[in-house]
């Protein structure tokens, strides 16, 4: 069973900035891909970057992210961290970690509880 744990989110002006983090524990292949998901309000949860265990990163194919977001692990401590710059309020959403991992890279699959980015204007 793998545990991911979140933290970094919090209330900021529109323009400000916030640091995400998220820590696994437990039995973790070293075959894995690290990220963070997001969800606003009545909206569908979306992919917004993740990061290959060899740190190949992917971001969402969406100019709402790119230039603004960067995501980056620790592969020592199993532990990925989104540097949110520039944050609009349509940024404000319920931001979930996620973990995929396995022999071959996909076999299990784990979410994080959630943590809440709110951007005001």
């Known amino acids: 069973q793998v545990q991911l744990v979140e933290s970094g989110g919090g209330l900021v002006q529109a323009g400000g900035s916030l640091r995400l983090s998220c820590a696994a524990s437990g039995i973790i292949f070293s075959n894995n891909t690290m990220g963070w998901y997001r969800q606003a309000p009545g909206k569908q949860r979306e992919l917004v970057a993740a990061i290959t265990s060899s740190k190949d990163t992917l971001y969402a194919d969406t100019d709402s992210v790119k230039g603004r977001f960067t995501l980056s692990r620790d592969n020592a401590k199993n532990t990925v961290y989104l540097q949110m710059n520039g944050l609009k309020p349509e940024d404000t959403g319920a931001y979930y970690c996620?973990?995929?991992?396995?022999?071959?890279?996909?076999?299990?699959?784990?979410w994080g509880q959630g943590t809440q980015v709110t951007v005001s204007s």
């Open positions: 996620w973990l995929i991992g396995g022999p071959t890279g996909v076999e299990y699959e784990y």
